[in-house]
């Protein structure tokens, strides 16, 4: 029904290849101009399997979160999957940002040191509060300013294939929370079980219930906050401070 007005249709989880079925299905119902992406720990893919999204031009992101990828995953795909993951055409990485890897850089040069490769989209999330709790063990002690250091110099080597892209824009007004859609059809928030309605109602309906949310914390970016309503925290908010303020100064800059 929306079709028409979608960019980008990203596929994830939990582990999306599990479901590989409606994977392929969604795939090869989305027309040509809609960008596919999935986002994959990696265990399941198979020469095959990236055959397949090669063909259809479709970007696989692969989770990898530098030297800390065993402590923080408790294993590390590169080590069993890279001859795999460096076929793929449409190659993007994922990390997750912890207390233990700030450091951006370092992070993509172990990631493509395994993988012999380093012409992949590369993007970073920080691990969320609301993620258990066991996620103060991977917040507590975070260093912002560090944070802010790092995603600098990171930005200064790579600059247009990195993070949180949309921050080279400057403000953007147009952004919306967002929202996963189950299998079942039923349009969720992205962090919490709060349904906004089914891929059957309307639209204007699901988007009146999605800015009913109201954001718990005074924000000085409340028109480019990458963390959104649903994630508002002190330490999303503090951090995505941190990254705006890394790419203003980069972005703004004299060469």
Not at 1 to 24: D, M
Not at 150 to 169: A, F, K, Q, R, V
Request: net charge positive; aromatic share 12%; proline share 2%.
């Amino acid at each position: 029904q929306y079709a028409s007005r979608f960019t980008r249709v990203v596929l994830t989880g939990g582990e999306p290849l599990l479901y590989l079925k409606n994977v392929k299905t969604i795939c090869e119902l989305l027309p040509s101009f809609v960008e596919k992406r999935i986002i994959t720990n990696g265990t399941l893919l198979t020469h095959k399997l990236v055959d397949y999204f090669n063909d259809r031009n479709v970007y696989v992101f692969v989770s990898h979160d530098g030297k800390y990828s065993n402590m923080l995953r408790g294993y590390d795909i590169l080590d069993t999957h890279s001859d795999i993951i460096k076929r793929i055409k449409l190659l993007g990485i994922s990390s997750t940002i912890t207390n233990k890897n700030i450091n951006i850089l370092e992070n993509r040069k172990n990631t493509s040191y395994k993988l012999g490769r380093d012409d992949f989209w590369y993007v970073w999330n920080l691990y969320s509060e609301q993620q258990g709790t066991k996620a103060n063990k991977f917040v507590e002690g975070f260093d912002y300013q560090m944070y802010r250091k790092y995603i600098t110099e990171y930005l200064t080597i790579y600059p247009t294939s990195s993070g949180d892209t949309w921050l080279w824009n400057g403000v953007s007004r147009n952004r919306t929370n967002g929202t996963r859609v189950r299998l079942d059809g039923v349009i969720e928030d992205l962090t919490t079980t709060k349904i906004y309605g089914t891929v059957f109602d309307d639209e204007n309906y699901i988007l009146k219930q999605m800015e009913s949310i109201d954001c718990p914390r005074n924000c000085a970016y409340p028109d480019v906050c990458v963390a959104r309503k649903q994630f508002a925290s002190r330490h999303w908010c503090t951090a995505t401070e941190m990254s705006i303020e890394a790419y203003s100064f980069v972005n703004n800059r004299e060469d």
